[in-house]
């Protein structure tokens, strides 16, 4: 940061973005994407522009949010798995794009070039 001392980049800490990230596996940018853009929105424009309103309702946004997330856990849980034994979303599991990969040389480890006994690869 040398270079640029007054960047907006110094209040990022990348490894703690980046450990952020890797820790859930299926995250995708679906997941981070409206993540970052609330984020922006409250914490840089609205801060920005109207700091008492966002200092009397950060706090109660942030607890929306929370509790929002995890009733909506609990919904899907006692909508889709819970009823029938999770038997539900059987279908949606055969679905051809959820099995696809399995179909293919990748899937069921076919070579790319098979050697003959005794030779090697490089």
């Given at each position: 940061?040398k ?17 952020g990230?890797?820790l859930i ?11 970052a ?12 522009h ?7 309702y ?10 929002g997330?995890?009733?909506s ?20 599991q055969?679905?051809?794009g ?11 480890g076919?070579?790319?070039?098979q ?8």
């Amino acid at each position: 940061m040398k270079r640029w001392p007054h960047s907006s980049l110094r209040y990022v800490n990348f490894p703690v973005f980046f450990n952020g990230t890797s820790l859930i596996p299926p995250a995708t940018a679906l997941n981070f994407v409206p993540w970052a853009l609330v984020n922006y929105i409250f914490q840089n424009i609205i801060r920005k522009h109207n700091f008492p309103w966002w200092a009397k309702y950060n706090y109660v946004l942030s607890a929306a949010l929370d509790s929002g997330l995890a009733v909506s856990v609990l919904v899907i849980f006692f909508t889709l798995q819970y009823p029938m034994n999770g038997m539900i979303g059987m279908g949606l599991q055969q679905w051809w794009g959820n099995t696809v990969f399995k179909n293919n040389d990748d899937g069921q480890g076919v070579p790319v070039l098979q050697l003959a006994t005794g030779q090697t690869f490089g």
